[in-house]
């Protein structure tokens, strides 16, 4: 049985594994700390089963959209549906937030994330050329509306 609840600072150190097990440029263990204690924008959610956090999710709610910065499963527990439950707790929340639209980016060569966000109704509407510092990759920018 997986849980969804909020991301709490004891939840942090495994979100960090997680985080540098799924991306080449990675958040630090102090850029979440600073989103649970000091941003109020940020709401952020981990996705449990009983012995550990298998993957998390989180986005800025900047007055009627969400921004979602960042949602990962660990690589031993993808393709087994964790995504989908995280993603739709975000759309579940936009929506009794009453949100206009929920945003992203996405590496170009991410299939598997831009399957998961196409799944779920986001379109492409946009490029960020060279946005990722490391490969010169562009960023896809989608959105799902729901007005
Ligand atoms: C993207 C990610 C969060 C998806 O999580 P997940 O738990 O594997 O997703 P799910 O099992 O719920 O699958 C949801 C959909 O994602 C897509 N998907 C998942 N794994 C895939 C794979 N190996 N190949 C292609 N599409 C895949 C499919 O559309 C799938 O729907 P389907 O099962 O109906 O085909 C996960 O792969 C991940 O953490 N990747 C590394 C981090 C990352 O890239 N995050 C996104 C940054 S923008």
């Known amino acids: 049985?997986?849980?969804i609840s909020p991301m709490k600072e004891e939840h942090i150190p495994r979100i960090h594994e997680?985080?540098?097990s799924c991306f080449s440029i990675s958040w630090s263990k102090e850029?979440?700390?600073n989103e649970l204690k000091e941003?109020?924008?940020a709401y952020y959610i981990v996705a449990e089963s009983e012995d550990a956090v298998l993957g998390y999710?989180?986005?800025?709610i900047i007055v009627d959209e969400g921004h979602i910065t960042n949602i990962a499963v660990h690589?031993?527990?993808?393709?087994?549906?964790v995504g989908t439950l995280l993603m739709q707790h975000l759309i579940d929340e936009a929506k009794r937030k009453h949100?206009?639209?929920?945003?992203l980016e996405v590496r170009e060569s991410n299939i598997k994330a831009q399957n998961l966000y196409r799944k779920f109704g986001f379109v492409s509407e946009g490029l960020r050329k060279g946005y990722y510092q490391d490969t010169g990759e562009n960023a896809i920018?989608?959105?799902k509306y729901f007005k």
Do not use: C, V, Y
């Not at 999710?57 to 800025?60: E, N």
């Not at 031993?76 to 549906?81: I, K, R, Y």
């Open 18 to 20: 997680i985080e540098k």
């Open 141 to 143: 920018i989608m959105w």
């Open 31 to 33: 850029a979440f700390e």
């Open 57 to 60: 999710a989180g986005m800025w």
């Open 1 to 3: 049985m997986i849980k």
């Open 99 to 103: 949100f206009f639209g929920l945003t």
């Open 39 to 41: 941003n109020s924008l």
């Open 75 to 81: 690589p031993d527990f993808q393709h087994q549906g």
